[in-house]
C-alpha cells in the first residue's frame, strides 16, 4: 500500500472551473426551466455565465483565504483575454492556475489535429500575457480529448491535465513526446444541484470523504466547482461547509495538482489504486 507524503491518509484536491463561452453563445443548462426558439441569442444564460467572473471567483478566493485551502483554478482561454484582474488575483493569492481550451463549447474532439493543436498553443500563450508563464496543467471541456491530446500538451510544456476517468489516481502516461501525469476530477460537481438541494452536495462529498478514510487509506478526493455556479451564495455555502468539515482532520493532505503530478513522477506511477492494494 502506498502512502501520502508525511503519512497522509487522504489527498484531497479541488478543481474550480472559470468558464465562458464563444461570442452570443451561452451554456446548456442555467437556471431558466424555459429554453428559447433556436436559434435565438439567450443573452440571460450569456449574462449569468459571466457571472463567474465578475462575482464567483471572489467569493471562492475568500473562502479559500478563510479555510487556509488551495486550489487550482481552470479558466477558459476568454477569461484571461476579458478579465485578467482576476487571474491575477487567483495568481498572486498563491493557488494554481490550468488552462481549459480557449471557450468551453471549443470542443477538442470536434476540431481537427491542427486546430486541437493551435488551440492549446493560443492557451498556453495567453497565460504567459497575463501572468508572465505558461501553465503546466490542463482539462478539457467536457473531458473531450482525442488521441493527440497528451502529445499536443507536451509539446507545450505541460505536465499534468484532469481529463483520466479510468483511475483513482495520478498516474503517469507515456507517449511518443515522454512523459504527462492524468489526475483524477470529481464525479460530481457543483452543477448536480443546480436545479435540486445545494445540501446534497455537502452530504455526497461527507460521505464519499468518511468512506475514504475509514476503508482506502492512500486514496484521493477530488472536489469540482464552477465559479458561474457554485460561486454563488446558496452554493459556495457547501464548499465552505465542506472544507471546513475536511478541516477538521490533521491527516488529510490539501494537494495542489502539481504536487499530486510530482508524486506521480517521483514514484512512476502506473498503476490505479486497486492494483496498488494487490500490490500489482
Known amino acids: 500500500m502506498h502512502t501520502w507524503p508525511n503519512n497522509k491518509r487522504v489527498a484531497v484536491t479541488l478543481c474550480v472551473m472559470l468558464e465562458l463561452w464563444s461570442e452570443g453563445n451561452a451554456p446548456q443548462y442555467g437556471p431558466n426551466t424555459t429554453s428559447l426558439k433556436p436559434g435565438t441569442v439567450d443573452h440571460s444564460r450569456i449574462a449569468w455565465s459571466h457571472y463567474g467572473a465578475t462575482e464567483g471567483v471572489w467569493r471562492f478566493l475568500r473562502i ?3 479555510q487556509k485551502v488551495p486550489a487550482t483554478f481552470l479558466p477558459s482561454g476568454r477569461v484571461l483575454e476579458l478579465y485578467p484582474d482576476a487571474i491575477r488575483a487567483v495568481d498572486q493569492a498563491g493557488h494554481t492556475l490550468a488552462a481549459h481550451s480557449y471557450t468551453q463549447d471549443t470542443i477538442l474532439s470536434q476540431l481537427s489535429s491542427e486546430d486541437e493543436h493551435a488551440v492549446i498553443k493560443r492557451c498556453a500563450s495567453l497565460f504567459e500575457g497575463v ?10 471541456p467536457v473531458v473531450s480529448f482525442t488521441p493527440h491530446t497528451n502529445d499536443f500538451l507536451i509539446e507545450e510544456g505541460f505536465r499534468w491535465h484532469i481529463d483520466v476517468y479510468d483511475s483513482d489516481l495520478p498516474r503517469v502516461i507515456e ?8 489526475l483524477p476530477n470529481s464525479d460530481y460537481a457543483d452543477n ?3 436545479r435540486g438541494n445545494p445540501l446534497d452536495l455537502f452530504d455526497v462529498y461527507r460521505e464519499t470523504f468518511d468512506y475514504l478514510y475509514k476503508h482506502e487509506p492512500g486514496s484521493m478526493l477530488g472536489l469540482a466547482f464552477h465559479c458561474h455556479t457554485g460561486g454563488r451564495p446558496l452554493i459556495a455555502a457547501m464548499l465552505d461547509k465542506i472544507l471546513g468539515y475536511l478541516n477538521q ?5 490539501f494537494a495542489r495538482h502539481g504536487e499530486l503530478a ?3 513522477l517521483d514514484n512512476d506511477n502506473r498503476s490505479t489504486y486497486a492494483a496498488r492494494q494487490r500490490g500489482a
Do not use: C, H
Not at 501572468?131 to 478539457?140: D, T, V
Not at 507517449?175 to 492524468?182: D, F, L, N, S
Open 249 to 253: 482532520y490533521p491527516d488529510v493532505w
Open 175 to 182: 507517449t511518443k513526446k515522454g512523459r504527462i501525469v492524468a
Open 64 to 66: 479559500l483565504e478563510r
Open 131 to 140: 501572468i508572465g508563464r505558461r501553465p503546466e496543467g490542463w482539462g478539457s
Open 192 to 194: 448536480r444541484v443546480l
Open 262 to 264: 510530482q508524486w506521480a
